[in-house]
């Protein structure tokens, strides 16, 4: 059988938004991957958002580690102590305007028994010097299949209209 | 004839030996190049039709000098580029503020390909400048290079042409471009 991507669901903010929920994941498939275009609302230029599987906000449940480069230098560094999986830089609301961040994260074997590891690659572009490229190794301590995905803003803003969020099933 | 369900995912069982499978995916080919004897310069896309969501470009070639994107032939300073990158001594970024290209790809060599896969989302959206997502590398057993980088183009319109070129040369016979639309 060939690899192939279905599209499970895509969600796009036609008001600002608090979260965008993907629930009843169908568990049919090998692996997920879902695709964010997004940008946040507020006062800051890099905001950040979260993923947060079947519900879980418990900060000890999660953790990663990122490369990053912000146009200047290359960092690495190590994410945790947050109330979901961080997934790095995000364009906010007085980024350049009409720009969105462009983000892939991939979950393999998303219904095993085992804890969920994932990858995500994120590029928040602005045209300025400082915008940010950066590739995420994360965890999630959960061993239930995943069956929701919620996406939260880390500052607590609110998700930009138009911006879209897809979730696909992989076989 | 196995079915496989939209909503759940599973595989019903096949009541009929030797029938294969046929899934709905959501990610198409839409067009190829593969560069012939002599190399080109110049690859486009064009008339790439409106009814996807997002387009991918796959990519594997040989180019001794940098490559370069553009959309819908705008040669204006309407871009922004970054990225992160590696040589497998050091780790670097790199930054560029309204330039007239995004960057494609890395001097590869014209003896070991490298390769690239670029995202572009929303590429239809009229609300929103077209951001786009490149993972790219190539190794020559000695020298080589691993990046992500991000290009922004600041332009509400659809895409509706894509142009990839090397400024300086020619990419090599054999380097192959595959243009996929995803829903």
Same mark, same amino acid.
């Given at each position: ?57 418990? /900060? #000890? ?23 979901? #999986? ?12 009409? /720009? ?22 994120? /590029? ?48 | 004839? %196995?079915?496989? !369900? ?5 595989? !019903? ?5 030797? @029938? %294969?499978?046929?899934?709905?995916? =959501? ?9 012939? %004897? ?21 990519? =594997? ?27 497998? =001594? ?45 993972? @790219?590398?190539?190794?020559? @057993?000695? =020298? ?7 290009? @922004? ?6 895409? *509706? !042409?894509? *142009? ?20």
């Amino acid at each position: 059988m060939p690899l192939n991507i279905f599209k499970i669901a895509s969600v796009e903010v036609t008001s600002p938004s608090s979260s965008i929920d993907f629930t009843s994941i169908p568990q049919g498939y090998t692996d997920l991957k879902v695709v964010v275009s997004g940008r946040a609302t507020g006062s800051r230029a890099e905001d950040s958002i979260l993923f947060r599987f079947n519900s879980d906000s418990t /900060t #000890a449940n999660y953790s990663g580690k990122w490369l990053r480069g912000n146009g200047a230098s290359a960092t690495s560094g190590s994410s945790g102590g947050y109330a979901g #999986a961080y997934s790095g830089e995000f364009n906010g609301g007085t980024s350049t305007a009409n /720009t969105f961040t462009s983000q892939e994260v991939y979950i393999p074997n998303y219904t095993g028994g085992t804890q969920k590891s994932f990858s995500i690659d994120i /590029t928040q572009e602005a045209n300025q010097t400082t915008a940010y490229n950066q590739l995420q190794a994360g965890l999630w301590s959960g061993t239930s299949a995943i069956n929701s995905i919620t996406l939260v803003d880390h500052n607590s803003n609110l998700f930009a209209t138009y911006t879209t969020v897809t979730l696909y099933g992989i076989l | 004839m %196995a079915i496989r !369900s939209l909503k759940t995912g599973t595989i !019903s069982r096949s009541a009929l030996a030797g @029938n %294969a499978l046929s899934y709905p995916g =959501s990610f198409e080919y839409i067009d190829s190049v593969t560069v012939g %004897a002599g190399g080109t310069s110049t690859i486009t896309f064009t008339s790439i039709p409106q009814t996807y969501k997002h387009l991918q470009i796959r990519y =594997s070639g040989f180019v001794a000098n940098d490559a370069f994107m553009r959309f819908n032939s705008d040669t204006g300073a309407n871009y922004s580029r970054h990225s992160l990158y590696g040589n497998g =001594s050091n780790g670097s970024a790199y930054s560029g503020p309204n330039e007239t290209v995004i960057g494609f790809t890395y001097t590869a060599s014209n003896t070991n390909p490298g390769s690239s896969i670029c995202d572009i989302l929303d590429y239809t959206n009229t609300s929103r400048y077209k951001t786009v997502r490149i993972l @790219n590398g190539d190794d020559q @057993n000695g =020298s080589g290079i691993i990046m992500l980088a991000s290009g @922004n183009w600041r332009n509400t319109a659809a895409i *509706t !042409s894509i *142009t990839i070129f090397e400024d300086s040369g020619v990419f090599g016979q054999h380097s192959s471009f595959a243009l996929y639309g995803i829903n």
